[in-house]
């Protein structure tokens, strides 16, 4: 039976949320992205409330210093630190029922049959929008993508009517016993091997953030290369994503996080672009992830492999070309809509939640 | 005579989608296709103990058992050591079991076929980082006498088993050998035979996964002498598991 399925997000954070909506809609349910906040990187959007999000130097400092103070391990809960925050977030609720209830007419967003709440996080602090939902019999799942759980935490009577909690990330496994491991879904119908036939090879680098990605370890790395190796190295930072893919659809090799302060954490959607477009990517995985994520086609490197791994594929063409192919199935297998969509149904069956594949 | 030297029974985990097949199954395709005796192991959710029993106590078709090494078993110590002499080989696989034939887990395991003349199954595929065959060569020197299987010509891709073929031709290689199990790209296999010779090429089919009807075509093919294609379809499991 096709079903009405609603995703709730504050933001189309790295293009996800939406990535959910568009394979449930490849599978004939209808779905809909409900965004709270405009994202700012060029992802598209579908119902945006627009709602303000407090961008001034003081809410900066106040969530900086929210996420020092839960950087501990185990299990976060979110909530109001004191009584002034508390307040704050009655009043918001009171400010921003206008728009979020003209949007529940509008949409007819009680008229879903399962309600995701991307990011584990209702339209309303006091998570009154979702205990609308329960009371009317509806199907709960709450989806996490990195530091809403990781920082932020959980908000704990969400989570107790939630009937289902998934993850992207393999570190909130560790967080959250029984949480389950679900791949972001990746389109791959709009990426294309190119031929690449590179004077030199062609190596490509572009973090959203130095310190994470190792970028300036990286860099001295690439300057030792460059020195017994005829390459080519780009380096691309603060520019329009459909640019980014551009260039990166002609390299030879891409490096995603090597070094970087959160050292190991794997990939994320920009690996998974490389290898949708034949891009061999060296990334460094912590043992326990490397070993969770089982076979896969990434160059697990640390920064002290790094320049010998390099110089291994810079000298062997056929094992970029056999990698790349591998890259590609790899996506396929498991990051694209209908593998995702599979593992959703299991876990929709296993929580009660009627839904075809 | 064809012997299928490289068949699973049983019940895989999410791994291949809980999927399962019965000995009863295995008979009937294995006597479908003309095979006359399989050497057998469990898939990945399957007890040693559990497809052992079962097999030996067969007396319609002729089994021979490749015990599953996972080090995390704890069953697996004791049932080796209850079974050892009519065990044939060991199966080793790195992809399933996330670690390298290289870890320290493998090798109490290792020595015990080397010492016993068990030879070693060893899954080697695309995931050059935990089962490229380089790891399995790595325990070929460490280990002279253990005797190697290296499972998918040693890597499930022509570009990674020709180099494979070549690289086993080191004398420090000598007890290495390849089975052809799902390997389906017959001129690239004919390349391999003629690399590596025909005593080093063992045919196997990868079933429940894969049917011994797909791949006897491909060994038939092989332009080679038809006593070579003796070796590869029986003779040479044979003088390794001792039976020649």
Avoid at chain 1, 192 to 210: D, L, Q, Y
Avoid at chain 2, 24 to 46: L, N, Q
Avoid at chain 2, 210 to 231: M, Y
Wanted: with cysteine; net charge neutral.
């Amino acid at each position: 039976m096709k079903k009405k399925i609603l995703h709730i997000a504050p933001q189309n954070f790295a293009g996800m949320p939406h990535d959910f909506v568009k394979m449930h809609r490849s599978f004939g349910h209808e779905s809909r992205l409900l965004t709270m906040y405009r994202n700012t990187l060029n992802f598209e959007e579908d119902i945006c409330l627009g709602l303000k999000l407090q961008t001034g130097s003081f809410a900066r400092k106040w969530r900086n210093k929210k996420v020092d103070m839960n950087t501990g391990g185990g299990l976060k809960f979110a909530g109001p630190g004191n009584s002034a925050e508390k307040l704050f977030f009655e009043f918001r609720d009171i400010k921003n029922s206008a728009v979020i209830e003209k949007a529940v007419k509008e949409y007819g967003l009680l008229d879903f049959d399962i309600y995701h709440f991307d990011g584990g996080m209702d339209l309303y602090r006091d998570v009154r929008f979702a205990r609308r939902l329960k009371d009317m019999g509806k199907k709960i799942v709450c989806c996490y993508f990195g530091s809403d759980l990781r920082s932020r935490g959980i908000f704990s009577e969400l989570d107790s009517i939630s009937d289902l909690n998934l993850t992207v990330e393999y570190d909130h496994l560790d967080l959250y016993k029984g949480i389950n491991y679900i791949f972001f879904p990746f389109e791959t119908s709009g990426y294309e091997i190119r031929e690449r036939s590179n004077s030199a090879v062609k190596i490509i680098h572009s973090p959203t953030n130095r310190r994470f990605k190792g970028t300036d370890k990286i860099l001295n790395v690439i300057d030792e290369v460059k020195k017994i190796r005829n390459i080519e190295f780009i380096l691309l930072e603060n520019m329009d994503r459909h640019e980014v893919l551009k260039v990166k659809s002609t390299c030879d090799l891409a490096i995603d996080q090597v070094g970087g302060e959160m050292g190991g954490s794997g990939y994320g959607r920009n690996s998974i672009e490389n290898l949708a477009m034949g891009v061999p990517t060296f990334t460094e995985f912590a043992p326990d992830y490397f070993r969770f994520i089982g076979e896969n086609p990434f160059i697990n490197s640390t920064i002290g492999s790094l320049k010998e791994d390099l110089l291994r594929l810079i000298d062997d063409k056929r094992e970029r070309d056999r990698l790349a192919e591998f890259g590609r199935e790899w996506v396929e297998e498991n990051h694209s809509y209908r593998a995702v969509n599979r593992k959703l149904a299991g876990y929709y069956e296993k929580s009660n939640i009627e839904a075809d594949e | 005579m064809i012997i299928d030297a490289h068949i699973h029974i049983g019940k895989w985990s999410e791994v291949f989608f809980g999927y399962s097949s019965t000995v009863d199954e295995a008979v009937e395709t294995m006597k479908r296709f003309g095979v006359s005796a399989a050497v057998c192991m469990p898939a990945d959710a399957t007890r040693n103990e559990d497809l052992y029993n079962e097999t030996s106590a067969r007396d319609d078709f002729r089994f021979y058992y490749k015990a599953w090494i996972n080090p995390d078993d704890p069953e697996l110590d004791g049932f080796l050591k209850r079974n050892i002499d009519n065990i044939s080989l060991f199966k080793i696989h790195p992809s399933i079991q996330r670690r390298r034939i290289t870890d320290d887990s493998y090798d109490k395991y290792l020595q015990l076929a080397a010492e016993k003349k068990k030879p070693v199954v060893v899954h080697c595929g695309r995931w050059q980082d935990i089962a490229g065959y380089r790891f399995p060569l790595e325990c070929a020197v460490k280990y002279p006498e253990l005797i190697l299987i290296l499972a998918h010509l040693g890597g499930d891709q022509p570009s990674l088993y020709l180099e494979c073929s070549k690289e086993i031709l080191k004398p420090e290689y000598k007890n290495v050998y390849l089975g052809t199990e799902s390997v389906r790209e017959f001129y690239f296999v004919n390349q391999v035979v003629n690399t590596a010779g025909a005593e080093r090429i063992i045919f196997g089919s990868d079933y429940n996964l894969c049917l011994p009807g797909t791949f006897i075509p491909v060994i038939e093919s092989l332009k080679i002498p038809s006593s070579d294609k003796e070796l590869i379809f029986s003779g040479n499991i044979l003088r390794l598991m001792g039976r020649s």
